[in-house]
């Protein structure tokens, strides 16, 4: 079990690793009826489905270069490591915080927030900027400045 208080420490695979996981990333895109991990001394385990899923999600990624964080969803953030998640400045992301943009909570002097109350306004944030780009391309789109 992942503790709380656990840092955000990413995993990025080294370049000459990067063969490996891209053939288990294709050994991983097949269907498998029951898929199975065999241990050491030859025990076989089914995997549950839905931890299956999550590893062939990392393992994409992972084949794809991307570095990849695993945080349980009630973990508590900092406001820098939240501020680095929205990828906006400290300062900015506690003026959200005192607006009421975004949940928090105090330990002590300091300001915690849960990445899910974050992913929640992340999410709610693009959704917002996506509209805004629609309406804007729509926009252009009618006034013949924007071609298709």
């Known amino acids: 079990m992942l503790n709380q208080k656990a840092s955000l420490e990413s995993v990025l695979i080294p370049e000459q690793k ?3 996981i891209a053939k288990l990333d294709r050994i991983l895109s097949h269907e498998f009826a029951q898929p199975k991990l065999v241990g ?3 025990e076989e ?5 839905s931890v299956y899923s999550i590893l062939r999600q990392i393992v994409r990624a ?5 570095a990849i964080s695993l945080v349980p969803h009630n973990h508590e953030l900092t406001t820098q490591e939240a ?3 929205l990828n906006v400045s ?7 915080l005192d607006q009421g943009e975004i ?3 105090k330990v002590g002097k300091h300001r915690r927030i849960r990445l899910e109350d974050l992913t929640l306004y992340k999410e709610h944030r693009d959704n917002k900027r996506r509209k805004h780009l629609d309406r804007l391309i729509e926009m252009t789109e009618e006034a013949g400045l924007y071609e298709a």
């Open 18 to 20: 990067q063969e490996e």
């Open 103 to 105: 949940p928090c909570i």
């Open 83 to 85: 501020a680095d998640i």
């Open 62 to 66: 992972m084949a794809s270069g991307q």
């Open 90 to 96: 400290r300062p900015f992301l506690v003026k959200l």
């Open 45 to 49: 385990i089914v995997i549950p489905e």
């Open 40 to 42: 050491s001394n030859g």
